[in-house]
């Protein structure tokens, strides 16, 4: 019987307060040389999480990539899977994402109904998150695979009903996302909004570039955030990023 470890490092967290600080980690766009370079700075900035995956994959590497991190340190690895063809149980949870900003239903349901019984059999956490897509100012990978619009900018009460949509139907986590390289990151009035309505640990990402931005987006009520974009183009911001979430 898998654990919900993972999910109760979060929740404990979010409870007393402190910061969560993520690094994402897209299988395509990195090589092992540049994953144990990424894997050593971690280390040495208190990563606290691993998300794993991408909305489109060329490559075959995840596992590859997976085991790699694994044997060189004990950072979490969470599964964040663009699509069924990215299950693996080499990591140590699974966000079971439902993009209830979007009105796909192959995305709110249908693949999960599809993998299913596959997870089912792979003994690993599976934490059911209701993902939401947040326009931030340009197409998106995200946007654009999962054939749906974001929610606008500058829309928090849509977010917000949103973020209550999901906490009723049972989600357990909240992940609102401008989508890997976005122009902005989510607006810290609508990560408020969202905060003051629903009671669940909540991720940002998207877009997040500089230590004010990741400051700022945990003042309004980010329980976690998420970069992949800025590090994968300067590895050492990391540093500056953490130290900003752990502050
Ligand atoms: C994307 O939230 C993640 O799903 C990270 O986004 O690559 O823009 O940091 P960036």
């Not at 307060?17 to 990195?30: A, M, T, Y």
């Not at 917000?160 to 607006?187: F, I, P, Q, R």
């Amino acid at each position: 019987m898998a654990t919900n470890a993972i999910y109760t490092h979060i929740e404990q967290a979010r409870q007393s307060g402190r910061k969560l600080f993520s690094v994402l980690i897209d299988p395509d766009k990195v090589d092992i040389p540049q994953t144990e370079l990424l894997v050593r700075q971690s280390l040495a900035a208190k990563v606290d999480l691993f998300l794993v995956g991408g909305s489109l994959m060329v490559d075959n590497t995840i596992e590859r990539i997976i085991k790699h991190i694994k044997s060189m340190c004990s950072i979490p690895c969470i599964l964040f899977p663009g699509s069924p063809l990215q299950l693996t149980n080499q990591v140590d949870a699974l966000l079971f994402l439902s993009l209830i900003s979007g009105r796909n239903p192959d995305l709110l349901i249908g693949q999960h109904v599809a993998a299913a019984p596959m997870l089912k059999k792979m003994n690993i956490e599976i934490i059911p998150t209701g993902y939401m897509l947040i326009d931030g100012g340009k197409p998106t990978t995200a946007s654009y695979i999962s054939n749906t619009f974001p929610i606008p900018h500058n829309k928090p009460s849509v977010a917000a009903c949103t973020a209550m949509a999901g906490e009723l139907l049972g989600m357990k986590l909240l992940y609102m996302d401008t989508g890997s390289g976005a122009m902005h990151s989510v607006s810290e009035k609508m990560i408020r909004k969202v905060k003051q309505s629903v009671d669940l640990p909540l991720i940002v990402g998207g877009g997040i570039r500089d230590a004010e931005t990741a400051r700022a987006i945990c003042a309004a009520g980010a329980d976690m955030i998420v970069v992949g974009t800025a590090i994968e183009e300067n590895a050492s911001v990391m540093f500056e990023l953490a130290e900003a979430v752990q502050a």
